[in-house]
């Protein structure tokens, strides 16, 4: 029987009730709603028994909806929603308001990519935002895309030990170029060394930069390394829906990840990366016998 999976990476927006600056003149198939609800055949098709739903816009509305989605499907078990980071007192009081009284609530994230400023994760008032969510015991998703990103995500980790962090689709590795490892396998090596950092396999069939062609060996020495650099106890898988479409079908990505970690990882240690991590990470409340039955239904 295959290892039970959470998808600690899906995404859903609507365009009518929050605005997604990064899909505003983009021509892609990207370009339009996304429910949760389009998800249901593939992901039990694709063996997923939980998920996390990820921010997607620098806004409350997208929080709202992945809080009111997750109320509504019973296999979602978590939300990364955003928080006003360079207000600490607008992020306390979100908080306490709004976000210490809802379950799904487990973490935050903002698209720091889309940033002019790659240190912006630096600035005082963020980082004091950052202490806050850490005080409250939730994580951090660090979306970054470059070196800069990585080493501003690294002084975060030195300077709040205590806020777990997590690199969403492992911080680009170069598996277009080809290269092993570079800057990349240098800065992830630092970035290990922060017992609060942890590495999400994720996003990686788009990272190829081959379309739907992509195959294991495209991203196996990537995944490798982070799994000999991080440990097994510290690594967790996302789909990254809809996303992944432009890579091809949500049930090959994650037939792609299974071959891969299952060619790397005896069974026990399978089950920390398809599940164990990512409920301990994100405290979700749940067991995989549970959702199984779920999700066969």
């Given at each position: 029987m295959p290892v039970p999976v959470i998808d600690t990476h899906i995404h859903i927006w609507n365009l009518e009730k929050a605005r997604y600056a990064w899909l505003e003149g983009d021509n892609s198939l990207l370009n339009r709603s996304y429910e949760i609800e389009e998800l249901a055949t593939a992901r039990q098709r694709a063996g997923i028994a939980g998920g996390v739903l990820v921010q997607a816009a620098n806004n409350r509305d997208d929080t709202v909806l992945m809080l009111e989605a997750a109320a509504h499907a019973d296999w979602i078990k978590g939300v990364v929603g955003w928080l006003p980071l360079t207000d600490p007192a607008a992020t306390e009081k979100t908080l306490t308001e709004s976000y210490l009284k809802n379950t799904y609530f487990k973490g935050c994230r903002h698209l720091i990519h889309n940033e002019a400023d790659p240190d912006w994760l630096l600035q005082e008032p963020v980082l004091e935002s950052l202490e806050i969510l850490a005080g409250y015991k939730y994580s951090y998703d660090v979306v970054g895309i470059n070196d800069r990103h990585l080493l501003a995500a690294?002084?975060?980790?030195?300077?709040?030990?205590?806020?777990?962090?997590?690199?969403?689709?492992?911080?680009?590795?170069?598996?277009?170029?080809?290269?092993?490892?570079?800057?990349?396998?240098?800065?992830?090596?630092?970035?290990?060394?922060?017992?609060?950092?942890?590495?999400?396999?994720?996003?990686?069939?788009?990272?190829?930069?081959?379309?739907?062609?992509?195959?294991?060996?495209?991203?196996?020495?990537?995944?490798?390394?982070?799994?000999?650099?991080?440990?097994?106890?510290?690594?967790?898988?996302?789909?990254?829906?809809?996303?992944?479409?432009?890579?091809?079908?949500?049930?090959?990505?994650w037939s792609i990840y299974r071959e891969v970690l299952e060619a790397a990882l005896p069974e026990a240690e399978q089950h920390k990366v398809f599940w164990q991590n990512a409920q301990a990470f994100y405290q979700l409340e749940t067991e995989p016998q549970v959702i199984i039955k779920q999700a066969q239904q």
């Open positions: 690294i002084r975060v980790a030195e300077k709040i030990p205590g806020l777990k962090i997590v690199l969403d689709h492992l911080n680009q590795p170069p598996v277009s170029s080809r290269q092993r490892f570079g800057n990349w396998g240098t800065l992830m090596k630092e970035a290990a060394s922060h017992a609060n950092v942890f590495a999400k396999i994720s996003g990686l069939g788009t990272t190829t930069g081959r379309g739907e062609s992509w195959t294991p060996a495209d991203i196996q020495p990537y995944v490798t390394y982070t799994l000999e650099t991080f440990g097994t106890d510290r690594c967790f898988c996302g789909g990254d829906w809809p996303v992944s479409l432009l890579a091809g079908a949500y049930e090959r990505t």
